[in-house]
Antibody, heavy 118, light 110 residues
């Protein structure tokens, strides 16, 4: 059974940092690209970042470029999102998702809530 | 980058058929596959359609997808509506450097 579990969400002040983790199980993690997607309260889905299966290529949404860093440790079946210089507009549930063929995300984790507030 | 535009909401009665559109702002809708995700309140998104018209195992054949190059849009069609289909639906596609989601459509089955 393919399973993704996010963790690390918290309440943080603007300007601070936070690191999210996504632990994968039930599939060969090192063979798949992985993504982060977020959803602000009551809003739609917003793609955040993508990392290739081996970490050799990485892409970011313009809204987080220069502040967020996606990475992975294939030996630990884990993907990370380092979030720096957090803003109120970064408040959201952050989901990790496996990248499948031709841009398909499946499955998704249960999400972890990040709240940026003073 | 391009945008995907969906209607904010649609409603229909049980047993009827509803179509949710997703229009690509620039570039051809046929150039990159379109996926559709269902999100029920309090839950994570799940796939109902991938690669324009493919259904993952476990998704009923009441769900179908298509693309139309003349309108540069994709469509999610749900037939035989059930109250359990009430949810938010998002289309999604991509280009060489980014993934793009539509704004989502709230489906009410009343």
């Amino acid at each position: 059974q393919v399973h993704l579990v996010e963790s690390g969400g918290d309440v943080v002040q603007p300007g601070r940092s936070l690191r999210l983790s996504c632990v994968a199980s039930g599939f060969t993690f090192s063979s798949y690209g992985m993504q982060w997607v977020r959803q602000a309260p009551g809003k739609g889905l917003e793609w955040v970042a993508l990392i290739w299966y081996d970490g050799s290529d990485i892409f970011y949404a313009d809204s987080v470029k220069g502040r967020f860093t996606i990475s992975r440790d294939n030996s630990k079946n884990t993907m990370y999102l380092q979030m720096n210089s957090l803003r109120a507009e970064d408040t959201a549930v952050y989901y990790c998702a496996r990248s499948r063929i031709q841009g398909w995300f499946d499955p998704w984790g249960q999400g972890t809530l990040v709240t940026v507030s003073s | 980058n391009f945008m995907l535009t969906q209607p904010h909401s649609v409603s229909e009665s049980p047993g009827k058929t509803v179509t949710i559109s997703c229009t690509r702002s620039s570039g051809s809708i046929a150039s990159n596959s379109v996926q559709w995700y269902q999100q029920r309140p309090g839950s994570s998104p799940t796939t109902v359609i991938y690669q324009n018209s493919q259904r993952p195992s476990g998704v009923p054949d009441r769900f179908s997808g298509s693309i139309d190059s003349s309108s540069n849009s994709a469509s999610l069609i749900i037939s035989g509506l059930k109250t359990e289909d009430e949810a938010d639906y998002y289309c999604q596609s991509y280009d060489s450097r980014s993934q793009v989601f539509g704004g989502g459509t709230k489906l009410t089955v009343l």
